[in-house]
């Protein structure tokens, strides 16, 4: 995991440094805002620690530089203002924490280490249901043999194995794997659940898919 | 020299022009029903000379013609090349019902993939009691990816990772068979309305 930390304050900067690199992280350290801006455009950070107050650039404008230009990489904001205010702004501009100075090392570290939990923990790229298993980074589908699902295929049959033996609708469906398309309909929950029976039974997976059109759907073993 | 097929050569050729008419004729037939050709390409091929006696000889076999006819059991090849995966089953179905027709073995590695991803049904039958045959069945993205497969196979000087390749090629495999897996179930689909 790869921090940046941006703070113009000798001391603070250090201490910080020196403790996420005792709890493993690989830290790189920038005293103002230029600075921090450079090592965002050349470098791939798994989050940011900014100091709003600091030389050169101010932490607000080093956020929404990169917020503009697509660099979504998690970022803490730190300040000496605490008032509500400020912290509506830093979070609005794209910040996705904010710790008020003066605070425990304790605190920062267990906010750090949240804003990067999810590349790892909660990424356990395989599931396994009756048998069979589905990586959902790979997309790939395995029992007896295995094939490569389509995106949307490989979360609709997640949504199923996170919820083995219960009945889905297709509104369910469509709210948690369509989410925001508009094209998709009852049809297309339909066809993809086609989709996956013909590529379970394909792999030989010990599974179904039962349901129809405009009843619900269900995975159980076969 | 003699021919390893001694005078059996004439003989292969009619066997395999006659499996070729009845393939035919299982096509056609089939054609009424789906509204399509099931078939996108038909190869035959009698093993040449030098083949058949390489294969003796990588078999331990002395380079007679009982060991082409008999112990070695592809002088007479067909590739059935179709576009849909359930056509490929219904073909394999159709051929074991010819009557002069036998079954010796079969290997589905359809369902058996084999570890590199090489996907098709291969079948030796025996004909008339007398010639075996062997006839490989697949769809176009097996065929695809079986040629470039076979490429890599013979090239002598591959630069470049190989385990990334092979990795590669097999990732791509299990990509065409879903993929052949959608246009099967789009194919049902179409013909349910």
């Given at each position: 995991?790869?921090?940046?930390?941006?703070?113009?304050?000798?001391?603070?900067?250090?201490?910080?440094?020196?403790?996420?690199?005792?709890?493993?992280?690989?830290?790189?350290?920038?005293?103002?805002?230029?600075?921090?801006?450079?090592?965002?455009?050349?470098?791939?950070?798994?989050?940011?620690?900014?100091?709003?107050?600091?030389?050169?650039?101010?932490?607000?404008?080093?956020?929404?530089?990169?917020?503009?230009?697509?660099?979504?990489?998690?970022?803490?904001?730190?300040?000496?203002?605490?008032?509500?205010?400020?912290?509506?702004?830093?979070?609005?501009?794209?910040?996705?924490?904010?710790?008020?100075?003066?605070?425990?090392?304790?605190?920062?570290?267990?906010?750090?280490?949240?804003?990067?939990?999810?590349?790892?923990?909660?990424?356990?790229?395989?599931?396994?249901?009756?048998?069979?298993?589905?990586?959902?980074?790979?997309?790939?589908?395995?029992?007896?043999?295995?094939?490569?699902?389509?995106?949307?295929?490989?979360?609709?049959?997640?949504?199923?194995?996170?919820?083995?033996?219960?009945?889905?609708?297709?509104?369910?469906?469509?709210?948690?794997?369509?989410?925001?398309?508009?094209?998709?309909?009852?049809?297309?929950?339909?066809?993809?659940?086609?989709?996956?029976?013909?590529?379970?039974?394909?792999?030989?997976?010990?599974?179904?898919?039962?349901?129809?059109?405009?009843?619900?759907?269900?995975?159980?073993?076969? | 020299?003699?021919?390893?097929?001694?005078?059996?050569?004439?003989?292969?050729?009619?066997?395999?022009?006659?499996?070729l008419?009845e393939i035919g004729v299982i096509r056609r037939d089939m054609a009424?029903?789906l509204?399509m050709d099931p078939i996108e390409h038909l190869l035959g091929?009698?093993?040449?000379?030098?083949?058949?006696?390489?294969?003796?000889?990588?078999?331990?076999?002395?380079?007679?013609?009982?060991?082409?006819?008999?112990?070695?059991?592809?002088?007479?090849?067909l590739r059935v090349v179709c576009a849909f995966?359930?056509d490929v089953?219904t073909i394999h179905?159709r051929l074991?019902?010819?009557?002069?027709?036998?079954?010796?073995?079969?290997?589905?590695?359809?369902?058996?993939?084999?570890?590199?991803?090489?996907?098709?049904?291969?079948?030796?039958?025996?004909?008339?009691?007398?010639?075996?045959?062997?006839i490989q069945l697949r769809t176009i993205?097996?065929d695809?990816?079986?040629?470039?497969?076979?490429?890599?196979?013979?090239?002598?000087?591959?630069?470049?990772?190989?385990?990334?390749?092979?990795?590669?090629?097999?990732?791509?495999?299990?990509?065409?068979?879903?993929?052949?897996?959608?246009?099967?179930?789009?194919?049902?689909?179409?013909?349910?309305?």
């Open positions: 995991m790869k921090i940046l930390i941006a703070e113009d304050t000798t001391d603070l900067n250090r201490v910080v440094t020196v403790m996420l690199q005792r709890f493993g992280y690989d830290v790189d350290s920038v005293f103002d805002g230029e600075a921090a801006l450079e090592c965002v455009d050349r470098n791939g950070y798994d989050a940011v620690i900014l100091d709003i107050m600091m030389p050169k650039m101010d932490g607000l404008t080093v956020l929404s530089n990169m917020r503009q230009r697509n660099i979504t990489v998690p970022v803490l904001l730190l300040t000496a203002k605490a008032e509500v205010d400020d912290r509506v702004a830093g979070l609005d501009a794209g910040a996705d924490d904010y710790l008020p100075k003066p605070f425990a090392m304790k605190e920062l570290l267990a906010r750090v280490n949240a804003m990067t939990r999810r590349k790892t923990k909660y990424s356990k790229g395989v599931v396994e249901y009756a048998g069979f298993s589905l990586n959902t980074d790979t997309l790939e589908l395995s029992a007896e043999n295995s094939v490569r699902l389509s995106m949307k295929e490989c979360e609709l049959l997640h949504l199923f194995m996170l919820n083995p033996g219960r009945p889905l609708s297709a509104d369910y469906i469509l709210e948690h794997v369509w989410r925001a398309d508009d094209a998709a309909d009852a049809d297309t929950v339909h066809l993809y659940v086609r989709y996956l029976r013909r590529k379970l039974s394909g792999v030989a997976a010990a599974a179904q898919i039962g349901g129809d059109r405009g009843a619900e759907y269900i995975l159980t073993e076969a | 020299m003699e021919s390893i097929y001694g005078n059996k050569k004439p003989e292969l050729e009619e066997v395999m022009q006659m499996l008419r009424k029903d509204g091929r009698i093993k040449s000379e030098d083949s058949m006696r390489e294969k003796c000889r990588r078999k331990g076999l002395p380079e007679t013609t009982e060991s082409a006819l008999v112990q070695i059991r592809d002088a007479i090849g995966l359930d089953y179905d074991l019902a010819l009557p002069r027709v036998e079954l010796v073995e079969e290997k589905d590695y359809i369902r058996h993939v084999k570890p590199n991803g090489y996907r098709s049904f291969h079948m030796i039958i025996l004909v008339d009691g007398t010639y075996y045959a062997e993205s097996m695809t990816w079986a040629a470039l497969e076979h490429h890599l196979k013979y090239k002598k000087d591959i630069r470049g990772n190989l385990t990334l390749i092979n990795s590669e090629l097999k990732r791509c495999a299990d990509e065409l068979a879903s993929t052949d897996s959608s246009l099967q179930t789009l194919r049902d689909m179409i013909s349910d309305l």
